[in-house]
C-alpha cells in the first residue's frame, strides 16, 4: 500500500515539475532495467533518479548563493566606500573657512551641537549629583573623632553625626587635644526619667544638651565594626577631687538580635574609678558585666530581672556591680537600705565609712583607639 501511495504522490510530483523534468523521468523510465516490472521496483528507480537529480539542482544552488553573498558584500563595501568618502567630504567642508560654509549648513550644525550638548547634559547629571552627594557626605561626621579630625578648631558641645543606616542626630562631643569623645549617655540633675522601655532604649532618648541615651542600636553601630574604647566618668562627693574616670580598650555592643550583648575589657589600670564592670570588687561579688544582654523592665534578660528590681535599663548578669542608668538621687545621698538602687558604680559607691550613695553626676563615652589623643 505505502508504495501505491508514493507512486501516486510522484506522479503528482511530476505533474508540477516542469516539461524537462517530465521528459527525464520517462528517459529514466525508458532506460530502465528490463527486470524492474513491479510497482515498487518502479517507484525505487524513478526515486533514485530524482535524488541524483536535486542533488545536482541543489550543488547549482549553492555555487548561485555563493555567487549572490559575493555581489552583496561586494555591494556592501561599495556603498560603505561612498558613505565614507561622503562623511570626509562633509569633514573636510567643516574645516573650510566660515565664508566658505553655506549659511544653512552653518545653521545646520549649531543645532548638532546643541544638541549634543543638552544629550551631554542629561547623560552626566546623575553622575554629577553621585559626585555631590559624595561630596556632601564627606562634609558630614560619623562620629565626635571625625568632628575633631574634621576641624582644628572644634570644642566640645553639640554636633549632628551620620551613623550609617541611622537618621542623622545630635550628639555631645568632648572634644580634647584634637581628640573626640561622642557621648553617649550622660546624667547629671535627674530631669530625664531613665527607667524607660526597650523600645526607648533602642532608639536613644532624652537632651543631647543634658540628660540622654543616644540609643543602643546607634551604640551597636559605632562599634561593631571597629575597635573602640569606652571612658566613664563619675562624679561623688565622696571622690577626692570631685570626678573619676574608668577606662576600657576594647568596648562593643552586638545588634538586637542578641539582646546588644556587651562585649568589655581590656581596663587601664591607671584609671582613678575602678573596674566595676569586668571583674568582682571588694563589696560586690556578681558576676561581671561583661558578656551580658541588656535588659529593661519590659524585656529582661538576665535571671534576677534586676532592671525591675534596681529601675533603668542596663547589661545586667546578676545584678553586678554596676548601673550608670539607676534612679537618680538628689546631690548622691547617702543610700540607707542594702539594695543597690540609684546610679551605682560599685567601686566609688560607697563613702569613706562604707555607706553606699549614689553618683551625683556620669558620662559614657567612647572613640575609635586609633584615634590618639587624650
Known amino acids: 500500500m505505502f508504495r501505491v501511495l508514493t507512486f501516486v504522490t510522484l506522479i503528482i510530483f511530476l505533474g508540477l515539475l516542469p516539461v524537462s523534468a517530465t521528459q527525464y523521468v520517462r528517459g529514466v523510465l525508458d532506460r530502465r ?10 517507484v525505487d528507480v524513478i526515486a533514485e533518479a530524482v535524488e541524483v537529480r536535486l542533488r545536482g539542482y541543489f550543488s547549482i544552488l549553492d555555487s548561485i548563493l555563493q555567487n549572490h553573498t559575493g555581489n552583496v558584500e561586494h555591494r556592501l563595501m561599495s556603498d560603505l566606500t561612498r558613505l565614507e568618502a561622503k562623511v570626509d567630504n562633509q569633514t573636510s567642508m567643516l574645516k573650510k573657512p566660515n565664508d566658505q560654509i553655506s549659511p544653512i549648513m ?13 544629550y551631554t547634559i542629561l547623560l552626566a547629571e546623575p553622575l554629577l549629583k553621585q559626585q555631590r552627594q559624595a561630596q556632601e557626605e564627606k562634609k558630614k561626621f560619623m562620629d565626635c573623632s571625625s568632628v575633631a579630625r ?27 587635644a584634637g581628640s573626640g569623645w561622642t557621648v553617649i549617655m550622660q546624667r547629671m540633675d535627674g530631669s530625664v526619667n531613665f527607667n524607660r522601655p526597650w523600645a526607648d532604649y533602642k532608639n536613644g532618648f532624652g537632651n543631647v544638651e543634658g540628660e540622654y541615651w543616644l540609643g543602643n542600636e546607634v551604640i ?33 555592643v552586638e545588634n538586637e538580635v542578641s539582646g546588644y550583648r556587651l562585649y568589655l575589657s581590656g581596663y587601664d589600670n591607671s584609671s582613678t574609678g575602678g573596674d566595676s ?12 558585666n561583661n558578656g551580658s544582654r541588656f535588659s529593661t523592665y519590659d524585656h529582661e534578660n538576665n535571671p534576677a530581672n534586676c532592671s525591675t528590681e534596681l529601675s533603668g535599663g542596663w547589661w545586667f548578669s546578676i545584678c553586678g556591680c554596676s548601673n550608670l542608668n539607676g534612679q537618680y538621687i538628689s546631690g548622691g545621698s547617702v543610700i540607707s537600705d542594702n539594695k543597690n538602687v540609684g546610679i551605682y558604680w560599685d567601686t566609688v559607691y560607697r563613702n569613706l565609712f562604707g555607706l553606699k550613695n549614689s553618683l551625683r553626676a556620669a558620662r559614657m563615652e567612647i572613640k575609635p583607639v586609633d584615634d590618639g589623643g587624650d
Not at 224 to 252: C, D, P, Q
Not at 277 to 288: L, R, V
Open 277 to 288: 564592670m569586668t571583674s568582682t570588687t571588694e563589696y560586690c561579688k556578681d558576676p561581671p
Open 220 to 252: 551597636h553601630r559605632l562599634t561593631y565594626n571597629r575597635t573602640m574604647a569606652l571612658r566613664i566618668v563619675m562624679k561623688s562627693m565622696w571622690i577626692l577631687g570631685g570626678e573619676a574616670t574608668s577606662l576600657y580598650h576594647h568596648f562593643r
Open 106 to 118: 552653518k545653521d545646520q550644525f549649531h543645532r548638532l551641537e546643541e544638541k549634543i550638548d543638552n
Open 33 to 42: 532495467p528490463r527486470n524492474v516490472v513491479s510497482i515498487g521496483q518502479l
Open 150 to 176: 574634621g576641624s582644628r578648631y572644634a570644642m566640645s558641645g553639640v554636633y549632628w553625626i551620620n551613623v550609617p543606616g541611622i537618621k542623622e542626630r545630635k550628639a555631645f562631643c568632648t572634644i580634647q
